[in-house]
């Protein structure tokens, strides 16, 4: 599998990297992207700081929002069908119903993702489920009688080569040999 850091390395992404973090901290970055549980102890010896440092950084950068520690299920190694969602607000929807609905989509555990969008589509939803005719229904019965939504297409997703700036694999390997 190919190295998931070298995106790091790409002089534009340091740079944008710089723009917001010092040097420390982008490291600190760096080495949590490669394993985010890894000790402050084991973090503190790979940047060169103090463990007390490295922990009151790494906590800082989390406190701010800019860094956040998760797992990552990768849908397509676990055998999850996934797909995007692309919505419209009716024309009448009021500001206070798209707000609700929202809300409504956050608390949503098979909805992965919920992000606004500028162009054809007012919002884009990710969404997951145990087959494509179960993530057909759910996102019937989730859309359908929404008062705030016109439109909106499902695109079932049939692969995917990198996510959070992880690679899985490259188009021509063997997806099963990459996992």
Not at 29 to 56: H, M, P, Y
Not at 118 to 123: K, P, R, V
Request: charged residues 30%; glycine residues 4%; contains cysteine.
């Amino acid at each position: 599998m190919p190295d998931s850091q070298e995106w790091m390395e790409d002089p534009r992404v340091v740079e944008l990297l710089e723009d917001r973090m010092d040097k420390k901290d982008v490291r600190i970055f760096r080495e949590l992207n490669k394993d985010g549980r890894i000790s402050d102890t084991e973090l503190a010896d790979r940047v060169g700081l103090s463990r007390t440092a490295a922990r009151r950084r790494r906590k800082m950068l989390q406190e701010d929002g800019i860094l956040e520690i998760f797992a990552l299920l990768v849908f397509r190694a676990a055998n999850y069908p996934y797909a995007e969602v692309h919505i419209s607000y009716d024309n009448h929807a009021t500001n206070d119903e798209i707000t609700a609905f929202i809300e409504r989509l956050l608390d949503e555990g098979l909805v992965y993702e919920v992000a606004e969008c500028i162009g054809e589509y007012d919002l884009l939803i990710r969404v997951w489920q145990s087959s494509l005719s179960s993530i057909n229904s759910y996102v019937r019965e989730l859309l359908q009688d929404s008062d705030v939504v016109d439109t909106y297409t499902i695109v079932p997703i049939t692969d995917s080569y990198k996510m959070f700036h992880r690679t899985f694999y490259r188009p021509g390997e063997d997806a099963n040999d990459a996992s």
